[in-house]
């Protein structure tokens, strides 16, 4: 997707990731920032289903053709599904990163932790 | 690079690149564009039509006078007395230990005049270098970074595209010749690039500099940025000064002795055939990830060696790379496990190119 865009129904986490929270399961992701700082995603190393993620430390890596780098979790939780569409294409990432690109679904171990990220326009204020 | 970008230095093409939209990083210095629309994209653009480069912030060294070529002689690896006027020559610099302190491409403009092209990283050290070696020998040498932009026009269609534009014939690979660009008098083109892909490179008078990058990509070359230059470099296998060499390798090791010629005496030439005669103890070799991952520099290798440049090869649609691997570990067809950030990753080294038409 050619222009910024940061939808009002996601959450988001400083480092560039957002979550689609619905009850205790999050669908997550990386920004348009963060995929624009990115440059072209050449491959989506994805964590292992059933692994413990936890809120503001990696759990994945994301490549471009020139750099490496992690994914921080939004939230803390269980992996219980990942798109494995991205390992045969990864540039979802690029050209829908809110949708297609999509990276892990987490059953949310502390739900209350959602209260800690920003809405839209707060993380868009924190872009400029 | 420790400098801020305040300090950093801009090509006469910097506001071109602005104007093109290009994300410009700090490199040797410079201030340079990295990328415009996209590597992929435009290292495609270079593999399959026409690409244009601005390299203006690699240096250049003119040594002339009657004792040039005994100069040259003595600090280049190749021989010079081989090379011819219109000419142009491969070959590294070293140390007394052979250690690279340079890779490098040297133009006889004149029986007594040359002009070598240094890497942006290493052009003030190659420079007190030759000028430290000088002394004894009736030559000048003379720094002339401030005199020319630097432009690599790269692709199939380079050279259709430029010679459209020029007032005589291209030269020939390998070769130089002075003509009139897009209306700039006086251009060095040569007939080298470093992409794999057939091409010119142009050395123009920055005041000239805009003028002809606006006709070349008027006449359909794709602005390509330093990111595209890797990968198309890594997948053709040339090396990188700072990866693949450095002061700590010397050239055997590297691949690089088809370059050297050691009984021209030049510095460095004694340890060099030293390691020639023994073997090297371990060899720059190619390879591919042959399962998933993307190796970079520094990833080391199962059982010994180091990843020098590791990339994602936009034609192969895989990772690439070139490592230093133990001699017997080396050969074509070898599997190797390189760790990726603590991850086992499958490679196999692989003959260079990594990446030709034919392939």
Same mark, same amino acid.
């Given at each position: ?37 990115? /440059? ?9 289903? /059933? ?6 430390? %990696? ?37 829908? %990163?809110?949708?297609? /690109? ?27 | ?35 415009? &629309? ?31 070529? @005994? ?16 000419? &142009? ?31 942006? &990283? ?11 070696? @000088? ?9 002339? +970074? ?77 602005? @390509? ?46 340890? +060099?055939?030293?390691?020639?005669? &023994?073997?090297? @103890? ?78």
């Amino acid at each position: 997707m050619a222009e910024a865009s940061y939808p009002s129904d996601l959450k988001y986490h400083p480092e560039h990731d957002w979550a689609r929270v619905d009850g205790d399961v999050a669908t997550c992701g990386i920004t348009w920032y963060a995929q624009e700082q990115l /440059g072209e995603v050449v491959f989506f190393d994805p964590p292992e289903v /059933g692994a413990t993620v936890t809120k503001d430390e %990696p759990y994945a890596e994301v490549e471009s053709v020139k750099a490496v780098s992690d994914v921080i979790a939004p939230l803390s939780g269980e992996i219980v599904e990942v798109n494995d569409a991205l390992s045969s294409g990864p540039e979802a990432i690029n050209d829908d %990163p809110y949708g297609e /690109g999509w990276l892990v679904r987490v059953r949310l171990s502390d739900p209350s932790q959602v209260d800690q990220l920003m809405d839209a326009d707060a993380y868009q204020a924190s872009l400029e | 690079m420790a400098a801020g970008t305040d300090t950093l230095k801009r090509t006469p093409l910097y506001d071109r690149h602005v104007a093109a939209g290009a994300r410009l990083v700090p490199f040797a210095g410079w201030e340079m564009p990295v990328q415009y &629309a996209g590597i992929r994209e435009e290292h495609v653009a270079v593999r399959r039509a026409a690409g244009i480069f601005d390299v203006s912030h690699m240096g250049q060294i003119e040594t002339a006078g009657p004792g040039a070529e @005994a100069l040259l002689q003595r600090l280049l690896s190749n021989d010079v007395s081989r090379l011819r006027e219109g000419g &142009a020559q491969y070959s590294v610099l070293c140390r007394e230990d052979g250690g690279v302190l340079d890779d490098l491409f040297s133009y006889r403009l004149g029986p007594d005049r040359f002009l070598t092209v240094t890497n942006a &990283a290493n052009h003030a050290r190659d420079l007190a270098w030759f000028e430290e070696h @000088a002394s004894g020998h009736d030559a000048a040498v003379r720094d002339r +970074i401030a005199d020319h932009a630097m432009l690599a026009v790269q692709g199939p269609q380079a050279r259709a595209l430029v010679g459209a534009l020029t007032d005589g014939e291209l030269p020939a690979r390998f070769h130089t010749a002075v003509l009139t660009v897009a209306g700039a008098p006086d251009v060095l083109v040569c007939g080298t690039g470093y992409t794999g892909e057939d091409g010119v490179e142009l050395l123009v008078a920055p005041a000239h500099a805009a003028s002809v990058w606006d006709a070349v990509c008027a006449a359909g070359a794709r602005p @390509a940025g330093l990111g595209a230059r890797d990968t198309l470099r890594l997948e053709a296998c040339y090396h990188l000064y700072g990866n693949d060499l450095s002061e700590d390798r010397d050239p055997i090791s590297a691949g690089l002795g088809w370059c050297c010629k050691e009984d021209t005496g030049f510095i460095g030439a004694e340890a +060099i055939s030293r390691v020639r005669s &023994a073997g090297p @103890a371990e060899k720059l070799a190619p390879f591919v990830v042959t399962g998933q991952g993307i190796a970079r520099q520094g990833n080391p290798v199962a059982g010994g060696g180091v990843v020098t440049s590791g990339t994602f090869s936009p034609c192969l649609g895989q990772g690439i790379g070139m490592a230093y691997l133990p001699a017997e570990r080396a050969a074509p067809g070898t599997p190797i496990e390189i760790d990726v950030r603590g991850r086992a990753r499958t490679a196999e080294v692989r003959s260079r190119p990594l990446y030709s038409k034919e392939s």
